[in-house]
């Protein structure tokens, strides 16, 4: 059974709604780069951005969330002071 918790994610930006699952997206694809040895192969990136999250992402992080997904950070041990480091 789900509690009332369960429903909402605490996570980085103002709006974590917009930030959790874009980090999430990113991390899991660095890790399935990682798993499949393809990591060192990548030059560059290019992540696109669809309906809310694009025309909301600069304002609520999701950009940020994406670039800390893709290095390797999660939305729950992510250390708040290296956000904008990268």
Partial sequence: MLSP?????IGVGPSSSHT?????AGLEFTNY???H???????QLKAHLYGSLALT?????????VVNGLAGQHPKTIDPDTIYSR
Avoid: I
Avoid at 5 to 9: T, Y
Avoid at 37 to 43: A, G, I
Avoid at 59 to 65: D, P
């Fill in 5 to 9: 918790l369960d429903m909402f994610a």
């Fill in 20 to 24: 959790v699952g874009p980090m999430k």
């Fill in 57 to 65: 992402g600069a304002g609520h992080g999701t950009f940020l969330a």
């Fill in 33 to 35: 780069l990682k798993q």
């Fill in 37 to 43: 040895d393809l990591l060192n192969q990548v030059t």
